[in-house]
C-alpha cells in the first residue's frame, strides 16, 4: 500500500511552502511507513494538506511534527 516514492513526490510538490529535504524526509517517510504501516500515509498526507485549506505551514512552525500528529491520531481511531 505505502511506497516512499509518491509520498515524498506529494511533500516536495504538492504542499505549500513544506520544508522538503530530500535526506530528512525519506527517513521521516520511511518512518512513517513503518510506524503506521496499514495507514495510507499518501491519503492522510492529501487529507492533512486540505483540512488545513491547503496552507498547513501557516498553522504549524515544523510541518514534519504536525503531520506526524494527524497520521498518529488517525491511527489511533482506527485502532479504537
Known amino acids: 500500500m505505502n511506497t516512499p516514492e ?3 513526490d506529494y511533500l516536495r ?5 513544506y520544508p ?6 525519506e527517513a ?3 518512518e512513517l511507513i513503518e510506524d ?7 491519503e492522510e498526507t492529501k487529507t492533512f ?8 505551514a501557516d498553522r504549524f512552525k515544523n510541518l514534519r511534527v504536525g503531520l ?7 491511527w489511533a481511531r482506527k485502532t479504537d
Open 13 to 17: 510538490n504538492q504542499i505549500p511552502a
Open 68 to 74: 506526524r500528529r494527524w497520521i498518529a491520531n488517525s
Open 36 to 42: 503506521f504501516h496499514d495507514l495510507d500515509i499518501l
Open 49 to 56: 494538506r486540505w483540512y488545513h485549506n491547503n496552507r498547513p
Open 20 to 25: 522538503f529535504d530530500p535526506k530528512l524526509d
Open 6 to 8: 509518491p509520498i515524498l
Open 28 to 30: 521521516f517517510v520511511h
